[in-house]
């Protein structure tokens, strides 16, 4: 029977529809609306879209949702100038400065300056630390959309055997955190595997829940997936024709596996949820309350 659909485009919808009553308490009792700025360097054609979609989402949940666009030559003090600006901006929650940024910047010290409070993107030093102590403040959100994901579509992770393949910082390192948390689409047993990683197929084929990660089109074979096991796929290639895929050859994977989450249309609107419900927890926790109360 193939496998059932971790459908991302409708969870996400889903969870933008259910912020919109914190949104308007934050409109209520700030005065304003939550506030998220996007910086976006140079003029990569993915990276322009993902930030104009950010854009679209974030005023679509009627946040202020603004994009600064800085050209591809822009220096890394020119960076860190802005980034300064936006930590000062009393109306600004949430900054993300979108990635890749060009070759004369260097990532780490641009995430590294982002006040980590305001750090939706969840990729600051102090975040990643906290998340990997058990006291999350702001996740990264390609992971933290997986969890939720799974969790609305009731998948149990309680015990499961976790295969996470890739190591970045972005998704590998932090996706692995979160499943072995204590708790609900957390208790996993996890494994991190790599490109570099001898036996791949047989690793994978351990997985009950298998989150591919490794950034090249269609690696994962369906032959390497154990039969009913829950597939997510993260990666994101556009074919010579123009056409979209992961990192797993979906239509294999899809005849062995129980469920499967889609590219596009599964993990990519999920990020972008996420960042929206970071932004909304962010201006929250600056008006000195939580959703919780
Ligand atoms: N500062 C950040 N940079 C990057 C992040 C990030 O979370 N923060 N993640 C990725 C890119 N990314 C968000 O920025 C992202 C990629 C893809 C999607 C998405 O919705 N994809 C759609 C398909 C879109 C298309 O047609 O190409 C889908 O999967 O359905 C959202 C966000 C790297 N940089
Ligand atoms: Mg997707």
């Known amino acids: 029977m193939p496998a059932r659909i971790l459908d991302g485009k409708q969870t996400a919808r889903e969870i933008r529809g259910e912020l919109a009553a914190r949104v308007a308490v934050v409109r209520d009792r700030l005065g304003r609306p939550p506030g998220l700025v996007a910086v976006l360097v140079g003029d990569d054609p993915a990276s322009a879209l993902y930030v104009k979609n950010k854009e679209k989402a974030a005023t679509g949940a ?22 300064d600006r936006l930590n ?44 990997a102590i058990g006291r999350p403040r702001f996740a990264s959100c390609t992971p933290l959309g997986v969890v939720e994901l799974l969790r609305r579509h009731g998948v149990e992770t309680r015990g499961k055997r976790a295969v996470v393949l890739g190591r970045s910082n972005i998704v590998g390192k932090p996706m692995a955190l979160l499943l072995l948390r204590k708790g609900a689409v957390g208790d996993a047993t996890v494994t991190v595997c790599h490109s570099a990683s001898e036996g791949l197929p047989e690793i994978v084929g351990e997985a009950d829940l298998l989150v591919a990660a490794v950034g090249r089109p269609e690696f994962v074979k369906g032959s390497w997936i154990k039969p009913g096991a829950v597939v997510v796929d993260v990666g994101i290639h556009r074919r010579p024709d123009g056409s979209l895929c992961g990192d797993v050859a979906f239509d294999e994977a899809a005849e062995v596996a129980s469920w499967i989450s889609p590219v596009p249309g599964g993990v990519g609107p999920m990020t972008i949820a996420m960042l929206l419900a970071n932004t909304v927890a962010s201006a929250e926790r600056r008006g000195g309350w939580t959703a919780e109360g």
């Open 62 to 83: 009627g946040f202020s949702g603004e994009v600064l666009r800085l050209p591809g030559t822009t220096s890394e003090a020119e960076l860190l100038g802005v980034v």
């Open 88 to 131: 000062e901006e009393e109306r600004v929650d949430g900054i993300l400065v979108q990635l890749p940024l060009p070759k004369q910047i260097d990532s780490d010290r641009v995430i590294d300056r982002i006040r980590p409070e305001k750090d939706v993107d969840g990729f600051h030093p102090e975040n990643v630390g906290l998340l």
